[in-house]
Structures are given as structure tokens and as C-alpha cells.
């Protein structure tokens, strides 16, 4: 018992004695001991008791191995361990959630988040600087007292659930992982029947044919939710004119996030396994191109040859936009200016031609971390605000060109976005009443619009983006075949779609029926994964889009 004492005491000693280690350790512990008091008050003080929990179980761990002097074992483990957990919080703080298997696949577009670079690296730095200092070991009962925490944290995790873990986040992560490798050794088994999904016609819901072989602009704004818009503060006043001026959809979501999902599956009517896979099967640009219609897309990312290659799988018969180096937008990308009047300049040209035309664009200046390059929404102080108002801006002087063009006769706009905007910690100062909805599935503007039309408004309780292409086919009374999963909202009274109800980005489902989002049933979760892996499966196939449009074609 003397021997242990004196142990202990020559352990203190050592350690006040070593003034720089006694410093190393009030930083490196004294940083992610602050950035988890942080993240409990920015996120909720269960994140801060857990994360406390564990934060004290990496210090056991690591102190005894100290103790037996395994020195460089003991401080590499604890720098692999403390920036690991400090990567989490600060996650946490600027994003909402712990990371998640989806984020993963999205560090290629880590370039589009440029907006925040300059604070994203510098708390990328801190992390590293402060998780890595080396330490020395320290009087302190490791074993009784990470019992006891461990003990603690289970018993919280239990009761409270899982996810404040930041490192049962880790096991999930695995865990999403391996059933995301065991689903595609399954679809690679599957054989499913073509006709489960192919259909003859989108169906005719929409009684009116004034609209029969119009021209159509559709516009994917870059992360929009319908809430932005609605603001008191008018930080968007010619969208919202303009939804009360047309045919307006309210409660409208989305069904996937984020854009790589998005565009694809709004287009096709369907969901993506994976960001970048190919969809096979029919596109609504391909079904009017079929119908005589000339299509292309207007990529405002010309230098991203990821995105590139993404468009040029869509269907369309054109991506226009050229490489070069004298975009004014951020990341090179072409500014929301210049493309709202690249888009205005390709409509006159295409309505030249003798064929009616489809023409979609994505605007990219409303994207995550980004501020505005040209407009300021009233003192400019706010990133969030300004890129918002500077894409209302360019969208108004767009629609006034568009009003007094020829064009305005025989085109309709279609306004929309490709995902709702997400959750992070910009949007909660700005946005703080209505950020309290998961972070990537909420509303999101659609409208329909050309001069002199009668304003109406179609409550689509809850139904989603799964059902753009149908709902555009129907109000042009353009049909054909296709496999879409959406229905039109035109449909409302008789549709009893299932997927259109349902959100999956890869990760997580939601229910967003009548407009409330929730997390699937047990037996809801049971159907949308077997029926949407039959539909993963046949839209690999590349002769199944061939044989059905022979069919229609003869």
C-alpha cells in the first residue's frame, strides 16, 4: 500500500514538475472538455453528459496505458481517439448530426462548401493541433472511475437512445455500411420482372389542354425550402409573388437529398442507391424527346467534370456550358446572374427553332456555406440571407425579360428546388423558428406559371418531388412510357402512391404524409425496401428502357 502511494505521489510530481506536458494536457482536454459544453448548449445537454462520459472512459483508457509505459502506443491511440471525437462535435455544431455513411460520399463536393472555407480549415486545424499533443501520464484510479462512466453511459444510452453517442455513431455508421454492401449483393442476385415498374402512359389527371405542347423552363434552385420563401422578412418577394400569381403546390417535400440524388431522382421519378449510379430507364427529358421535343440542361458547374458526366447522363439531348475561367461564381461556377440570363438566352434561341422545347437549369449560388456575389440582402451581413435574396433578385429580372418576350405565349415556367435546404448551424441563426424539422427533408416551393393564367392552389398534403416529371407531363399533355415511381398531383383525389409519401436519402426514410414528417413504421419500412431494391435493380438494366420505347414506338 506504501509502495502504491508513493508511486502516485512520485506521478504527481513528475507531472507538476513537467511544466509543458501539465500544459499539453489542460489543452488538449481542456479544448474538447469546452467544445462539448458548446455542442450541449447549441444541440441539447444530453450530447454534452455523454460526450463527457466518453471523453473521460478515452482519458482512462489512455492514462493507463501511459501509466505501463507504453508511451507512443498510448499517445498515437489518444490522438486518433480525441480527433475523432473532437471531428464529431464539431460536426455536430456546424451540421446538426453526428456524420452520417451519406455524408461520406459527399467530401468529392467538399469544394462547394468554399463559402466557410477559411473557418471550416481553421476549426480543422484546432482539431488537429489540439488532439495531438503529446502527454504523460497521470495519478488517477483509471480503472474504478471508467467503470463507473461507463456504467453512466450505458445506462444513458439506454434509456435516452443511441444517437448523443458520438461513438455508437461510429457502429452505426459500420453497421449502414454493411447493409449497404449486403443490399447491392442482393440486387445483383435479383431478377425482377420489367412490368413491375413499366408503365404504358403517365396517366391523364389534368383536364385542361390549353398547355398541350408548351414549351417548358424548369428551374432547380440549389437547397430551397418553402419556409424562405414564406419568411416576414420578404427575403424572397418575387417567388412568393410569383407562387400566388400561379399554379401554386403547397406542402410539397422533397423525397431525397441532396443534389446529386435530387436532380436525377426528380427527372426519372425515382431514388438512387448511390449519389453518382446511373438511372436506365426513362427520364422525362427522354419521354419528350420521344414526343418531338428538343431538350438540353444549362450546367452552371462547367469546371466540375464530376457534375459534368452527371448531366450528360439524364437523357438530354444537349448540357450546355462550356469549361472556362471567367465565371464570376463561387468554385468557378457560373454565377445565379449569369445563368438566369444564359437561360433567358438559350430559351430565344431554342424558340427559333421547330420543335418545342424542355429546359432545365440549376442554379448553385444557394448552396451550403455560400454568400451572395452580387446582391446583399439589407445590410449584407448575413451570408444565409444574402444568397436567398440574391436568387429571388436574378429570378425577378429573369420573369420581366420573360414577360414581355414572345416566349411568354407558348412557355411555362416551372419553378421548383432539388432538395430542401439543410439543417446546419447558419440556417438555425438565421431561419431559428423554423429550423426544428429534420435536417434534409422538409417543404419546397413547386409552381407553374405563364402570363394571363388563372391563379389556383393545389394542397399536396405531404406528396413530394417523386411526382414533378408526371405532374409536368400532365399540365403539357405530354404522355408515353416511362417507369415513373411519382404519380401526378393532378391526381390527388384517387392517388393512393405510396413512394410519394416517402423520403430516402440513402441513410434515413421519412413519412411525409399530411405534411408531417416522421420516421417509417416497422411495416412501412418492410414495404419501401423491397419494393424500391426490385426498383434499384431494374433501372441497372440498360435494355429495359429500349424495349418499352419500341413498344411505343410501334
Request: net charge negative; hydrophobic share 35%.
Amino acid at each position: 500500500m506504501e509502495n502504491e502511494e508513493k508511486k502516485e505521489n512520485r506521478l504527481l510530481a513528475g507531472f507538476k514538475a513537467d511544466k509543458v506536458h501539465s500544459i499539453f494536457f489542460i489543452l488538449k482536454y481542456g479544448f474538447a472538455i469546452a467544445l462539448t459544453i458548446y455542442t450541449g448548449v447549441r444541440r441539447g445537454p444530453l450530447f454534452s453528459v455523454i460526450g463527457l462520459l466518453e471523453l473521460l472512459c478515452i482519458f482512462c483508457i489512455s492514462n493507463r496505458l501511459l501509466r505501463f509505459r507504453y508511451t507512443i502506443f498510448g499517445n498515437i491511440l489518444t490522438d486518433v481517439l480525441i480527433a475523432f471525437y473532437n471531428t464529431q462535435m464539431g460536426v455536430l455544431i456546424f451540421g446538426g448530426t453526428y456524420l452520417t455513411l451519406i455524408m461520406l460520399p459527399n467530401i468529392d463536393s467538399a469544394e462547394d462548401l468554399s463559402g466557410q472555407a477559411g473557418m471550416y480549415l481553421g476549426a480543422i486545424a484546432l482539431v488537429v493541433i489540439f488532439s495531438c499533443l503529446p502527454l504523460r501520464a497521470v495519478p488517477f484510479p483509471n480503472a474504478r472511475i471508467m467503470s463507473l462512466a461507463l456504467i453512466a453511459e450505458l445506462g444513458l444510452t439506454m434509456v435516452k437512445g443511441p444517437e448523443f453517442s458520438p461513438f455508437y455513431d461510429v457502429y452505426a455508421i459500420a453497421k449502414d455500411y454493411r447493409a449497404k454492401e449486403a443490399q447491392k449483393a442482393r440486387l445483383a442476385a435479383l431478377n425482377i420482372d420489367p412490368g413491375t415498374f413499366s408503365k404504358g402512359t403517365v396517366g391523364n389527371y389534368y383536364e385542361g389542354t390549353e398547355n398541350a405542347g408548351k414549351n417548358v423552363v424548369l428551374i432547380l434552385t440549389e437547397g430551397l425550402s418553402q419556409d424562405i420563401v414564406e419568411d416576414d422578412r420578404d427575403i424572397m418577394p418575387n417567388v412568393a409573388k410569383y407562387e400566388k400569381k400561379s399554379l401554386n403546390f403547397t406542402n410539397y417535400y422533397n423525397h431525397t437529398f441532396a443534389t446529386y440524388r435530387g436532380i436525377i431522382g426528380q427527372l426519372f421519378s425515382g431514388y438512387q442507391l448511390e449519389n453518382l449510379d446511373e438511372n436506365h430507364l426513362i427520364s422525362i427529358a427522354e419521354l419528350l424527346r420521344t414526343n418531338g421535343y428538343y431538350t438540353s440542361f444549362l450546367n452552371s458547374e462547367p469546371n466540375n467534370t464530376q457534375f459534368t458526366t452527371y448531366l450528360e447522363g439524364l437523357g438530354f439531348d444537349d448540357v450546355i456550358g462550356e469549361p472556362g475561367n471567367g465565371y464570376t461564381g463561387p468554385t468557378n461556377s457560373i454565377s445565379d446572374k449569369e445563368i438566369y440570363e444564359r437561360l433567358f438566352d438559350q430559351m430565344e434561341e431554342q424558340g427559333k427553332g421547330d420543335k418545342p422545347f424542355f429546359t432545365a437549369v440549376y442554379t448553385f449560388g444557394t448552396h451550403l456555406s455560400l454568400d451572395s456575389v452580387d446582391e446583399k440582402f439589407g445590410d449584407g451581413t448575413d451570408p444565409e440571407l444574402n444568397k436567398f435574396y440574391n436568387v429571388d433578385c436574378q429570378f425577378g429580372k429573369f420573369m420581366e425579360k420573360f414577360e414581355h418576350s414572345d416566349l411568354k405565349d407558348n412557355t411555362v415556367i416551372v419553378f421548383t428546388a432539388d432538395h430542401t435546404t439543410y439543417v446546419d448551424n447558419y440556417y438555425e441563426a438565421s431561419f431559428p423558428d423554423v429550423s426544428n424539422r429534420p435536417t434534409d427533408c422538409g417543404r419546397v416551393p413547386l409552381f407553374f406559371y405563364y402570363p394571363g393564367m388563372e391563379p389556383s392552389e393545389i394542397d399536396c398534403e405531404g406528396r413530394n418531388s417523386l411526382d414533378l416529371a408526371p405532374t409536368i407531363c400532365n399540365y403539357i399533355q405530354q404522355d408515353g412510357p416511362n417507369f415513373f415511381l411519382g404519380t401526378s398531383l393532378f391526381s390527388q383525389a384517387q392517388n393512393n402512391n405510396t413512394y410519394d409519401r416517402f423520403f430516402s436519402d440513402g441513410s434515413v426514410e421519412y413519412c411525409t404524409a399530411n405534411g408531417e414528417v416522421r420516421l417509417l413504421t416497422d411495416s412501412e419500412q418492410k414495404i419501401f425496401d423491397s419494393s424500391v431494391e426490385a426498383y434499384y435493380a431494374i433501372k441497372q438494366s440498360e435494355d429495359v428502357k429500349e424495349q418499352e420505347l419500341q413498344k411505343y414506338q410501334k
